[in-house]
């Protein structure tokens, strides 16, 4: 009994160290913001990284998202007879939750992995202890522009991600199912209001920082050997996952 | 790592069709039938019971959205709801006897304020009180009243009967 209740609080405190030491480094690279934003071209690299490079993968997922919506409203609707609010469900549902939390996973699984295995490989390669002993701030010039590039990346990809699942709603919907496109559209646009709008992008926002700030933590705090790098792009993907369905559920108790 | 030309038009790309999205969202997805800006006027109108009207619900006149309903208040001394409405300000010219009621749109739809225009020659101005109101109908209000009305239709035929034989 004892050493199952020292287990658990071995396990709690890990917790707590954890989320305390992430929040630390996340307050260090706020500190930090404003000197990095100055340069721009690391900082562009890192949004081609995270952004740019993400793309195929997010419009790839949001139209088909997009379009398993339009068949599973429509479904859904036939019975109630009222198809014509197809657009207002595939809309809300997007805007609301679909578009930021799916977006957030695979950001963690496609830009987050990868930033956490070059840090950690960088780790494991000397190259920050390299760069400590010729006094260049590894903070400052390898993990802010990566962290910075996620942020931004992240509610742009999100607002694509909705748009492109809107337009795959819309395809099965209407093109497939015949319900009438004014009445898609029309009915979207009286339901919809701009606070729904609003919340998918905070929600984009708030999650890209979580995840960005995730994956470089694990990276760079990773055990400079091969298992290590493994790990911690695992630990990304894991942490990242949890802590983006928990603060969906916060921001959405929050805003509703 | 590739030239960086092909990163900066990539990244141009991405930046701009990111921003292209959500101009998207907010211009085309979103309702905005009208801004409520400096030119819109208040009325306010004092109703027995409103239902479930809240405070944002469309203020429409034939179907047509003119307005929302910017607050709702409880009058102590009047005993009544009273409901400020802001009318955008292209409707200015609404006779000052139109009647306001409350309406449900749809069957389970959201509840809505409906103005009917009178004959006046004169129009509201802000800050003036809307005379002839109707009540929100409650369902409950009309299904009792059914009730009674059945139960006052059969009682002459069927109460004396009990009562005599006990």
Known sequence: ????????????????????????????????????????????????????????????????????????????????????????????????ELGPVITALLFAGRAGTALAAELGLMRAT?????????????????????????????????????????FGAQLVGVQFFGVDQGSFWSQMRGAVELAD?????????????????????????????????????????????????ILDYLLTAFML | MRPSRTIDISTGLFVLLGFAAI????????????????????????????GGLKQGAPVSMAGVTIGRVDGIQYDMKLLKAVVTLRIDGRYDEIPNDSDASIFTAGLLGGQYVGLSPGGSEEYFKNGDRIEFVQDAVVLENLISKYLFNQASKESPATEPAPAAQE
């Not at chain 1, 500190?31 to 690299?45: K, M």
């Open chain 1, 197 to 245: 709008v609003s919340e998918g992008l905070i929600k984009g926002a708030v999650f890209g920082v979580a995840c960005s700030l995730i994956a470089v933590y694990e990276g760079y705090h990773a055990l400079p050997t091969a298992e290590g790098v493994g790990r911690a792009t695992t630990r990304t993907v894991v942490t990242s996952a949890v802590v983006t369905v």
């Open chain 1, 1 to 96: 009994m004892p050493s199952l209740l020292r287990e658990f609080t071995e396990a709690t405190a890990g917790f707590l160290e954890r989320t305390g030491k992430i929040t630390r480094f996340g307050l260090q690279l706020a500190a930090l913001t404003p000197s990095a934003l100055l340069r721009v071209r690391p900082l562009v690299d890192q949004v081609y990284n995270a952004g740019a490079l993400s793309l195929v993968i997010i419009m790839t997922c949001g139209l088909f998202v997009g379009m398993v919506l339009g068949l599973q409203g429509y479904d859904l609707l036939t019975r109630f007879g009222s198809e014509e609010y197809l657009g207002t469900a595939a809309a809300l549902s997007l805007l609301k």
């Open chain 1, 126 to 166: 000397d190259q920050i202890a390299a760069m400590e002993i010729m006094a260049v701030d590894p903070l400052r010039r390898v993990v802010l522009p990566r962290f910075l590039g996620g942020v931004i990346a992240m509610p742009l990809l999100t607002a694509t991600f909705i748009v492109v699942g809107l």
């Open chain 2, 23 to 50: 101009l998207f969202l907010v211009t085309q997805i979103s309702s905005r039938e009208f801004t409520l800006n400096s030119t819109s006027y208040r009325l306010r109108a004092d109703f027995e019971n409103i």
